[in-house]
Antibody
Framework: EVQLLDSGGDLVQPGGSLRLSCAASGFSFHDYGMSWVRQAPGKGLEWVSVIRGSGDVIYYADSVKGRFTISRDNSKNTLYLQMNGLRAEDTAVYYC???????????????WGQGTLVTVSS | DIQMTQSPSTLSASVGDRVTITCRASQSINTWLAWYQQKPGKAPNLLIYKTSSLESGVPSRFSGSGSGTEFTLTISSLQPDDFATYYCQQYNSYQLTFGGGTKVDIK
């Protein structure tokens, strides 16, 4: 059974940093692209970043480029999101999500984590 | 970036109604479109991929159609479990953008 377990969300001050993790199980983690998607309170879904299975191809939404870094450790079946320079508008539930197909396919997302809440406030 | 526009943003319907949600892309995405259902406090759930392919376990009352820039999600006979928010997503480009969502509530 595929499982994605998000963690690391917390209350952080503006300008601060946080690292999110997503522990994966039940599939060949290194074969699949993984994304982070966020949802601000009461708002819609916003794709944040994607990383290919091998980790060599990465893309970001313009809203987080230069501040957030996605990475993965295939030996630990874990996806990360390092968030620096956090702003109030980064407040959201952050979900990790698995691409349905492997290789160069980045979407759609057939499995999602349960989400972890990041609150940016002084 | 490819922008995705959903309409309506809210839809009031009754059990048994036929419901249609539209998603428009700012440029052609071929058929690289997915639909998700999300209930409050839960992660989204994939319903349809590649415009019209039903994800395993999804009831057949859900269907999708379209190509290029205009797409629709249809629920043939709305059931109590279908009251939720629906999102489209394009995956033609690596910037995997979502539509703004359509909330289906009880009339």
């Amino acid at each position: 059974e595929v499982q994605l377990l998000d963690s690391g969300g917390d209350l952080v001050q503006p300008g601060g940093s946080l690292r999110l993790s997503c522990a994966a199980s039940g599939f060949s983690f290194h074969d699949y692209g993984m994304s982070w998607v966020r949802q601000a309170p009461g708002k819609g879904l916003e794709w944040v970043s994607v990383i290919r299975g091998s980790g060599d191809v990465i893309y970001y939404a313009d809203s987080v480029k230069g501040r957030f870094t996605i990475s993965r450790d295939n030996s630990k079946n874990t996806l990360y999101l390092q968030m620096n320079g956090l702003r109030a508008e980064d407040t959201a539930v952050y979900y990790c999500a698995k691409a349905q197909l492997g290789g160069y396919n980045y979407g759609p997302f057939d499995y999602w984590g349960q989400g972890t809440l990041v609150t940016v406030s002084s | 970036d490819i922008q995705m526009t959903q309409s309506p943003s809210t839809l009031s319907a009754s059990v048994g109604d036929r419901v249609t949600i539209t998603c428009r892309a700012s440029q052609s995405i071929n058929t690289w479109l997915a639909w998700y259902q999300q209930k409050p406090g839960k992660a989204p759930n994939l319903l349809i991929y590649k415009t019209s392919s039903l994800e395993s376990g999804v009831p057949s009352r859900f269907s999708g159609s379209g190509s290029g820039t205009e797409f629709t999600l249809t629920i043939s006979s709305l059931q109590p479990d279908d009251f939720a928010t629906y999102y489209c997503q394009q995956y033609n480009s690596y910037q995997l953008t979502f539509g703004g969502g359509t909330k289906v509530d009880i009339k």
